[in-house]
């Protein structure tokens, strides 16, 4: 069957319009004009070496890295019993427990961020990372539960029962069946939850203090003085990061069914 | 590269970086000596991110090679800060805050900085009167002045004069002021309300003003990168700006000049306070007095980056004309009492707000 | 016995991540929360409710940033359905490579992602010079710090929500549906008001509801997009908790923005044939 030419024209536009900032962002990082508009002028890698210099987006990069990476194995490691129990089990109380566990991404960032604060300074002493990173992983966890369930429930239990039945643990039968079964789940809900940590803003804003901040932070603060292509560059080397994972994420797992 | 191998990358991954910091732990403290009575320690300190590099190397380099102590910074706009602060009052993990003056002066009123011991800042005696205690009762010492000035694109607009002329027609769609939440946002409005027959006490002439003006600003700018942004992109031709990004405007290419209006322009200090509770009061008064001294002072003015209020600084006129420096500019300049601004800024935010939601 | 151990599996089960949601997200925030429903004598009222639901600025404020959201979804509905129809009929490969992209706005840091609206909508941006190449302005026109600014960021960032839940609602029909439709004669329009849509309704009601409350929450994008002049729910929260430190009042637009959210989702689960979790 043939597609109307109407349907290509707005599928079309649709996907400038998406990916079309991307592409601009790109070329303006290459001019050797200081100043940002369109159409640039000559080229120069000069605004990469300048991003790449500056310290402060050396050290908050890893301090991204660092808490994603450990925010992520922690909300996977809480978040895959609760989505098990959650596609398993029916009890009671259940539509209660699962509002809390989808409730961080319902309340504004904001608002998380700034109790969270509050919080860990009552109980004084947490230090910093630490605080950044148990808000972090707060927030991550409906992405885990959420994306671990969908995986979950495409998975029949049928095996799993089986194998129950054959005199295995459900403990047992849980590693040796379901977790096997449910790898691409495990694998997109990581990435998908790694990418969220790395680019939140408003629950970072306060829980990043003295000698620990996070790049997207450091971005925002560096862009309140400074309007030149450096953020063009540094932002072009994210989202050419971003498309490697995202496109050999969905080549691998076909993770646009998770987000 | 199939699915196992990526999780098994993703797991060796995770535990790398999660164990890094506990082989990191192994440093170990340098002891204090007699000549360095403060080594080993460290000093926190919050401040703004602007122009970090020239900072290190000005200021915070210099201190931590002299002492041997180690430098800890936040950095951040002045809210941000300001919150985190207030948060962890009872427990305050910073030792010394740079603030703008309404801020200080917040901060001061809900006891979040402590006065300073003036035996402990023997540079004190080389500022200027003004820099010494701009809050009252010692709760801050301004390390360096600037002001808000005017430019105008000398190639599309005819010379300002006076703050009156940011209500001339050929601005109109081409103006940008600060938003009333920024330091100079107040000022705007004393500034409009001399210019029409107002003044401190009264202005609502001032108000009035805004309210005209409102519809044929661009925006009002939040931050000096917003303004510069503006400038660069053509969209503002004429504004109000904070003296510190005078470069980075002139930078833009376009002919621009900067004028001191026959009202008069508006000065301020960016202030440094003992954060209240520190555990480092000696150390942090002992930062404060590396901040006024005349090194520090002169290379931060010769950068371009801050400019210096210790009176012996002398600066040649190419660097000169860049900061806020030289008689007849600071004769012109005012200086508003925080405490008035900030009794005023609820309602003028509320004011504001309202005359822009519509 | 058999419930008593699956009492015990659950408890192991949901143990250890419900405790570490009480003790690091809600016991916080609902500290946070209750200081709202106290006043400044500290006795329990709404009066900082009140003061803020009766203030104009906070009512347009309100109106504005649901008028944007309702924009926001109504365009999101019309340019993601057809693109949701042509990515199913396409070849898996060809799908897999334009989900990708899709997805790419949500993924990207949403710094870097509003930056280029700079760009791309200022006096000289690309928007611009076209029209003037064209001949169809004279002036450049302003678009930066406007409404349409916000819109166009946020349709940026929920369009692909849209399309993502419309294809997997779209994939759930099948394909003899359709073709048994077009052979009873029903042109490709009809067919698709007539059996497409109802069809995949369900998708169309998620992603309604996540663009729209989506919208609602959005900070970074009307923040840079929006500057100080166009404030929207969000960033007038941000104006009052870090520039005014009157963190009640801005806990009660955050109530508000949660009901709001929260009261949509109950509205739209009513017309969701299938009732899904």
Known sequence: MKNSKILILITALVFIFLIGPFIMIFLTSFSSDSIMRFPPKGFTLAWYTKALNIEMFRTTFWVSLKTGLAATATALILGVPVAYANIRFNYRGKNALELLFSSPAIVPGMVIGFSLLRFFVYVSNIPIGIGLYLGHTAILFPYTVRVVSSSLRNFEGDIEQAAISLGSTPLHAFFAVVLPNIQSGLVAAFILAFITSFNNVPVSLFLTGPGVATLPIQMLSYMEYYYDPTISALSSIIIVLTVIVVQSAEKLLGISKYV | MGKRSVMGFIVVLVAVLCLQPVFAQGGKEAAATADMPYKGQTLTISMWGY?????????????????????????????DRFTKLAARKDNPIVDVAYFAGTWAYEAMKQGLIQPYDPAKIPNLANIIEPAKDPLGGRYAVGYTIQHLGLFYRTDKVAPLTSWKDLSRTELKGFLSIPGITTTYGPAIVYMLSKAWGGDFSNTEVGWQKIAELAPSLVTAYNNSSELNALVIQEEVYAAPYTSFSWGNIKASGFPVASVIPEEGLVGSFSVASVVKGTKNEDLAHLFIDHLLSYEVQMAEAMDLVDSPVHTGVKLPAEIGENLTYGDELIAKLHFFDEGDTAALQADWIARWNKIFSK | MRLKSQQKSLVMLLGAGSLFLLAFFLVPLLFVLSESFVGDDGVVTAARYMAVLVDEQFQNVYVRTLKMALVVTVIAVFAGYPTAYLMMKLKPSRKAMLMSLVILPLMTSPVARTYAWIVILGRYGIVNQTLSVLGMTKEPIRMLYTEGAIIIGLLQLFLPIMV?????????????????????????????????????????????????????TAYVTPAILGGAKVLTLATLMRQQALVLMNWEAATVIAVVMILTTLVLHTVMRRFRPRNQV
């Open chain 2, 51 to 79: 122009n970090m590099d020239l900072l290190v190397k000005n200021v915070l380099k210099p201190f931590e090679d002299t002492y041997g102590v180690k430098i800890v910074t936040e950095t951040g706009n002045n809210s």
């Open chain 3, 164 to 216: 993502l839940n419309l294809v997997s609602a779209l994939e759930n029909v099948p394909n003899e549906v359709e073709e048994a439709a077009l052979s009873l004669g029903s042109n490709k329009v009809g067919t698709f008001f007539r059996v497409i849509v109802p069809l995949s309704f369900d998708g169309l009601i998620m992603g309604v509801t996540l663009v729209f409350t989506g919208c609602i």
